[in-house]
């Protein structure tokens, strides 16, 4: 049994519990079982539409510290094998007391320097930083460990040579409904308004029904939640727009030429790696640019939009990073745990 301790909820979205259900997906196919604990019952919509175990620690996310005394009685009890924690907020001291009891690996965005069994960094930019307490052969770092589900594996997609569709993708949540201010600076946009346009919305957007009205009459724009098929809808779209986050590993897989954006400090470190190794067009960071950031999107869209060429460029760039398997190679390393990883 391996246990994996991650949260979703409208404050942090559902990035955290996405990534690592699809690393659970893998577990299950290589024949383990998986169970998630989380904080509270906030995340557990998404547990529950896949099927998946999982016990409620009834604890505060921000605070996981307050939670060791339950997780400890948890862990004699039931005797995971392994435990892997995808949290920004476990602390050095929470890791060491649970690796008392039950190996631990740690999923890390941020550079945090843990001792821990097995770590893994699987962003763009994860040669930033310096792990100077982990053995090389405790780690799994780069892209080749991106987590995505199974339906990003080896999928196939062609440019086409007239763009139609877009796609608008903002995350879990979005606080500040970018994909609403995008859609309606578009549509008033004319190079942009005779477009098709795709907008998810996220399992803790709580501007559903802002998108709704905006769609509503315009035959030209779907607003899609609880979406199953995201590798399929990526598929339909000749460009994408999307905020920083395991989005743009999924779109890479598929191939999708896009814009990508920041609107949250976390974001802004893997939008800027994309940009930098030439992968997308470059929105910026809606924390410094502000309304200027739906200007300068719905510029790149009709750039994008009127060249064909440098959307063959991206596509190709963009496939050739990603192959999808990320999670089945994460699945193989942690079901080796039980001979010392």
Known sequence: MIWIRADANHKIGSGHVMRCLSIAGELKRQGEEVCFLVADEESLPLLQARGQEFLVLHSDYLEPEGELERLEELLRERKPDFFLADSYYVTEAYLSRVRRLVPVGYLDDLGRDFAVDLLINYNIFCDDFSYKMMPRDKMLTGVAYAPLRKEFSGVSYRVREKAARVLITTGGSDGYNLAGQLL????SHPPASGLEYRVVSGAYNQHLEKLEALAAGRPNVRIYSNVSQMQELMKECDIAVSAGGSTLYELCAVGVPMICFSFVESQGRIVECFRE?????????????????????????????????????????????????????????????????
């Open 184 to 187: 309606e600076r578009v549509l």
């Open 277 to 341: 190794k030439d992968l997308v067009c470059y929105g910026g960071s809606y924390l410094t640019l502000g309304k200027q950031l739906l200007e300068d999107i719905t510029d790149n869209i009709v750039r994008l939009m009127e060249d064909p060429a440098l959307r063959r460029k991206y596509s190709e760039k963009m496939k050739s990073l990603v192959d999808g398997q990320g999670a089945a190679r994460i699945a193989e390393r942690l079901t080796a745990g039980r001979k010392g990883l």
